[in-house]
């Protein structure tokens, strides 16, 4: 069987890219094709092998027809200059809100997406990450001051202009805390250095990045306006056994069912997750229980069993 996926942005930091990239070790057996609408850059080309990456200006039936696939799974594709061919069967994998281009089957990465779609609750499939790649040697949680990261992709608009006040506040109530940002503007660096108080370190995005997830004791993300529909980031922090601290809001909330990790909505309640770490004991036994959490349900053999049900229902 062979799977051709299209993805409208050819970086495998964003989300799309990512779920694609999940798909093909879910379902290893199968051949992959991953198309992209936009230039692919060397380090998402590196980590797709062995499958095949190819670039089109559109997705079109001349396009998807020379691949011969047997299914056709679209992330986020658009209707404008977009069509079918209707020699596969086709999923519309919905990542956010938009028009879509029409397939056979439409899905939703999450029941906070789906309620604002207005789409049924049984078109829901839950994304499955990797387990990052663990450093040779991992710090021990737990053991020394507390390091709390951000890892994000590295859009202007996903780091907002009220970022610096807010890391701050939480640096001036915390200052046991080194705080480490993934995928940080330039721009943006000095003002968290400062709103640190120094006690900053920045990191390139980049696929291997995630190994930090390993060495941080909480992950924390929050944007005031920014809702995340799935947010595979808290997912993979917590099969590290990193804790999340996020926003109660969107994809992260249904997770938050699952994953013991922290919501928060206000400041306070921020500053007040990061104090319940103080207890290291504590601390590390939260760290095991999420990573279990999330093993059991995010997992990329999960993701595979998610799917294969759909596409054996499509089939029937």
């Given at each position: 069987m062979h799977v051709l996926q299209v993805c409208n942005v050819g970086s495998i930091v964003g989300g799309t890219a990512a779920c694609a990239w999940s798909l093909t070790r879910a379902w290893p057996q199968l051949r992959h094709t991953v198309a992209f609408l936009?230039?692919?850059?060397?380090?998402?080309?590196?980590?797709f092998q062995p499958h095949s990456v190819v670039t089109w200006p559109h997705c079109g039936t001349k396009q998807i027809q020379s691949q011969q696939p047997d299914l056709v799974i679209l992330h986020n594709v658009g209707q404008a200059g977009a069509s079918l061919w209707d020699g596969a069967c086709s999923i519309q994998y919905v990542h956010?809100?938009?028009?879509?281009?029409?397939?056979?089957q439409t899905l939703y990465c999450s029941d906070w997406l789906a309620r604002q779609c207005r789409a049924p609750e049984d078109s829901v499939v839950w994304q499955g990450v990797p387990v990052p790649v663990c450093p040779v040697t991992p710090?021990?949680?737990?053991?020394?001051?507390?390091?709390?990261?951000?890892?994000?992709?590295?859009?202007?608009?996903?780091w907002p202009d009220t970022l610096p006040a807010f890391y701050s506040h939480l640096a001036s109530q915390h200052p046991q805390v080194d705080w480490e940002f993934v995928g940080c503007p330039i721009a943006m660096?000095?003002?968290?250095?400062?709103?640190?108080?120094?006690?900053?370190?920045?990191?390139?995005?980049?696929?291997q990045a995630r190994s930090l997830l390993w060495d941080w004791d909480a992950l924390l993300y929050h944007h005031p306006s920014l809702t995340e529909s799935f947010g595979r980031t808290l997912?993979?922090?917590?099969?590290?056994?990193?804790?999340?601290?996020?926003?109660?809001?969107?994809?992260?909330?249904?997770?938050?069912?699952?994953?013991?990790?922290?919501?928060?909505?206000?400041?306070?309640e921020f500053s007040d997750s990061i104090s319940a770490f103080s207890d290291p004991e504590a601390r590390r036994?939260?760290?095991?229980?999420?990573?279990?959490?999330?093993?059991?349900?995010?997992?990329?053999?999960?993701?595979?069993?998610?799917?294969?049900?759909?596409?054996?229902?499509?089939?029937?």
């Amino acid at each position: 069987m062979h799977v051709l996926q299209v993805c409208n942005v050819g970086s495998i930091v964003g989300g799309t890219a990512a779920c694609a990239w999940s798909l093909t070790r879910a379902w290893p057996q199968l051949r992959h094709t991953v198309a992209f609408l936009s230039p692919v850059d060397s380090m998402t080309r590196q980590v797709f092998q062995p499958h095949s990456v190819v670039t089109w200006p559109h997705c079109g039936t001349k396009q998807i027809q020379s691949q011969q696939p047997d299914l056709v799974i679209l992330h986020n594709v658009g209707q404008a200059g977009a069509s079918l061919w209707d020699g596969a069967c086709s999923i519309q994998y919905v990542h956010s809100v938009g028009t879509r281009l029409i397939a056979d089957q439409t899905l939703y990465c999450s029941d906070w997406l789906a309620r604002q779609c207005r789409a049924p609750e049984d078109s829901v499939v839950w994304q499955g990450v990797p387990v990052p790649v663990c450093p040779v040697t991992p710090r021990v949680r737990g053991s020394d001051r507390l390091r709390i990261g951000r890892i994000c992709t590295p859009s202007l608009r996903k780091w907002p202009d009220t970022l610096p006040a807010f890391y701050s506040h939480l640096a001036s109530q915390h200052p046991q805390v080194d705080w480490e940002f993934v995928g940080c503007p330039i721009a943006m660096k000095p003002l968290l250095l400062a709103a640190c108080r120094g006690q900053a370190t920045f990191y390139p995005s980049g696929w291997q990045a995630r190994s930090l997830l390993w060495d941080w004791d909480a992950l924390l993300y929050h944007h005031p306006s920014l809702t995340e529909s799935f947010g595979r980031t808290l997912a993979e922090a917590a099969r590290a056994g990193c804790v999340p601290i996020v926003d109660r809001r969107g994809g992260f909330s249904e997770q938050l069912d699952i994953i013991s990790g922290m919501g928060c909505r206000t400041l306070a309640e921020f500053s007040d997750s990061i104090s319940a770490f103080s207890d290291p004991e504590a601390r590390r036994r939260l760290s095991q229980l999420v990573q279990s959490q999330a093993n059991a349900t995010f997992s990329i053999e999960a993701f595979g069993r998610r799917m294969s049900l759909v596409v054996e229902r499509m089939a029937s």
